[in-house]
């Protein structure tokens, strides 16, 4: 299977941006934070169905989710704890729910359990702004680029379990880097 030329740029550049996130985000708190939530932002704009909304979707196809993904980077700058703490909050939750409960998201239990986690790593974020922000942008950017590498399955053979092993990879040597990196600095 190969992927249409036109989705290889974005995803080396995602990939790249990823793996600064996860080993720089800490020093690069602000750039970092705007990054993922660009990521974000703009990888939601895309799932906008454009061709049902709008009657030229080839231009709003492409502007949608550079629009979103802006917003979404400026609003991380003006509530940077807020993010931080969503972004904890939401692999808390994610976490949960693939890991202990098998991504069964139709058990109220697992998602009362699962927020729970979620709510209780975002109050701790809110608390612990630094280790927090280095443990988010580790886990956001190796997450990020190892979903890219797995989207370029062309280049190596990489499935889902294997792109979550990589995942846990590159989050962990990312959060050894910058806990080192950054020690004694507030």
Known sequence: MTLPSIFIPETIITIVLALIVCFFGYKLKKLALFLIWFIIGYSIGKMIPTDQLISDS???????????????????????????????????????????????????????????????????????????????????GGYYAAMGLASLSFIAKINLPMALILTCVLATLGAVFQFRNNKGKA
């Open 58 to 140: 080839q231009i709003w196809a492409t502007i949608l989710p550079l629009a979103t993904g802006l917003l979404a980077a400026l609003l991380s700058l003006s509530i940077e704890r807020l993010c931080v703490s969503l972004l904890a909050g939401t692999i808390g939750f994610f976490a949960t729910m693939n890991l202990f409960f098998g991504g069964v998201y139709t058990l109220m239990p697992n998602i009362v359990v699962s927020v729970a986690v979620g709510v209780v790593l975002g109050c701790i974020a809110v608390a612990c702004i630094k280790p927090m922000s280095i443990l988010v942008t580790a886990i956001g």
